[in-house]
């Protein structure tokens, strides 16, 4: 009987301690009122934006609530408002602009096409925004890395298109950007894991038709060294031993057709502004170039080989374009 009323006890105190938490709490909570920077525009103050890291999820939710109403009012896209149960955010404290106090990183999508990242930087006890970054895909993740040799950090955007409902294809994107000319400038963009299928059918095969399934999968590693991004992708095609036309097969039912492990090596160029592949003399100009992509490792060159011998490059105007391969040296 003793123990039993232990056990209340101490069962009654945690539960009197816990409410007085979510009592202060809500009594000392303020919302996104302050301004900083920009008159037109809210700030996020530095207890908003810590308590997106709270360990009570209420906590941490309440304080998200605030900073996506107030990123949608700053960066345009009021829109959205009607679609609150959809969005997604992403949040995250990083140092990409040099000399400052570090920046807040908030990023707003609406599955399963649309995505944005608006930057804040830390002003006193706040966060000004600063801009935002459009056009993205739905964001999954942010981070960041400090391997640029002139000290400057990077912010990396994950993004996931998720496309298996219409298009039967699902897709991983890396964007890198830099603070640059007060805006955030994208220096280099990768496909990371892909997953496509077709059925044979789709190509006018008539008897026996089955499922072909082209995956990608990434490995990403930094140098911060060097500054260097090695990308390794294990690429494959599979072809389905059923002949279902209507239903995609499960993963055991595919076995591997064609398969190689392609890489890459991007490096930070001063001179480009980016990260480029390597410089080369375009034949056709007699100017020199930066190599951006090669499309013979392009995960599609494992279907039609032939048509990829291809390279996009840019020039010292910034003019971007797709030659053949031969017309480098």
Same mark, same amino acid.
């Not at 830099?178 to 059918?201: F, P």
């Given at each position: 009987?003793?123990?039993?009323?232990?056990?209340?006890?101490?069962?009654?105190?945690?539960?009197?301690?816990?409410?007085?938490?979510?009592?202060?709490?809500?009594?000392? /909570?303020?919302?996104?009122?302050?301004?900083?920077?920009?008159?037109?525009?809210?700030?996020?103050?530095?207890?908003?934006?810590?308590?997106?890291?709270?360990?009570?999820?209420?906590?941490?939710?309440?304080?998200? &609530?605030?900073?996506?109403?107030?990123?949608?009012?700053?960066?345009?896209?009021?829109?959205?408002?009607?679609?609150?149960?959809?969005?997604?955010?992403?949040?995250? &404290?990083?140092?990409?602009?040099?000399?400052?106090?570090?920046?807040?990183?908030?990023?707003?999508?609406?599955?399963?096409?649309?995505?944005?990242?608006?930057?804040?930087?830390?002003?006193?006890?706040?966060?000004?925004? *600063?801009?935002?970054?459009?056009?993205?895909?739905?964001?999954? @993740? *942010?981070?960041?890395?400090?391997?640029?040799?002139?000290?400057?950090?990077?912010?990396?955007?994950?993004?996931?298109?998720?496309?298996?409902? @219409?298009?039967?294809?699902?897709?991983?994107?890396?964007?890198?950007?830099?603070?640059?000319?007060?805006?955030?400038?994208?220096?280099? @963009?990768?496909?990371?894991?892909?997953?496509?299928?077709?059925?044979?059918?789709?190509?006018?095969?008539?008897?026996?038709?089955?499922?072909?399934?082209?995956?990608?999968?990434?490995?990403?590693? /930094?140098?911060?060294?060097?500054?260097?991004?090695?990308?390794?992708?294990?690429?494959?095609? *599979?072809?389905?031993?059923?002949?279902?036309?209507?239903?995609?097969?499960?993963?055991?039912?595919?076995?591997?057709?064609?398969?190689?492990?392609?890489?890459? &090596? /991007?490096?930070?160029?001063?001179?480009?502004?980016?990260?480029?592949?390597?410089? /080369?003399?375009?034949?056709?100009?007699?100017?020199?170039?930066?190599?951006?992509?090669?499309?013979?490792?392009?995960?599609?060159?494992?279907? &039609?080989?032939?048509?990829?011998?291809?390279?996009?490059?840019?020039?010292?105007?910034?003019?971007?374009?797709?030659?053949?391969?031969?017309?480098?040296?």
């Amino acid at each position: 009987m003793l123990k039993m009323d232990i056990g209340k006890r101490k069962l009654l105190a945690y539960a009197a301690v816990l409410v007085i938490v979510v009592l202060g709490f809500s009594r000392v /909570y303020s919302g996104i009122t302050g301004r900083e920077g920009d008159a037109s525009k809210l700030g996020i103050p530095l207890k908003t934006a810590n308590r997106t890291e709270s360990i009570f999820k209420f906590v941490s939710q309440r304080a998200q &609530k605030d900073i996506l109403d107030v990123t949608l009012e700053n960066a345009g896209y009021g829109k959205w408002s009607k679609f609150k149960k959809e969005l997604k955010v992403v949040t995250a &404290k990083a140092q990409i602009i040099p000399g400052g106090e570090g920046e807040f990183i908030v990023a707003v999508s609406l599955p399963p096409q649309e995505g944005m990242v608006a930057v804040y930087t830390r002003q006193g006890d706040s966060f000004a925004y *600063l801009g935002k970054i459009g056009n993205l895909l739905p964001v999954t @993740g *942010l981070s960041e890395f400090s391997g640029i040799p002139e000290g400057r950090h990077v912010l990396v955007v994950d993004q996931y298109q998720d496309e298996m409902l @219409g298009a039967f294809f699902n897709s991983g994107y890396k964007d890198y950007f830099i603070w640059e000319e007060g805006r955030m400038k994208r220096v280099l @963009g990768l496909t990371t894991e892909y997953s496509a299928y077709w059925n044979q059918s789709w190509e006018g095969k008539k008897k026996k038709a089955a499922w072909l399934w082209l995956r990608q999968e990434p490995g990403i590693a /930094y140098d911060e060294q060097d500054g260097s991004i090695m990308v390794e992708y294990k690429q494959s095609l *599979l072809r389905s031993v059923t002949h279902d036309t209507n239903n995609i097969p499960g993963e055991e039912e595919f076995v591997v057709r064609d398969s190689r492990v392609v890489s890459n &090596k /991007y490096v930070w160029s001063s001179e480009w502004g980016r990260y480029i592949l390597g410089e /080369y003399r375009d034949r056709a100009s007699g100017e020199r170039v930066a190599l951006l992509e090669d499309f013979r490792n392009n995960i599609s060159n494992l279907v &039609k080989k032939k048509e990829h011998d291809l390279a996009k490059i840019i020039d010292a105007r910034g003019q971007v374009k797709i030659v053949p391969l031969d017309q480098l040296e």
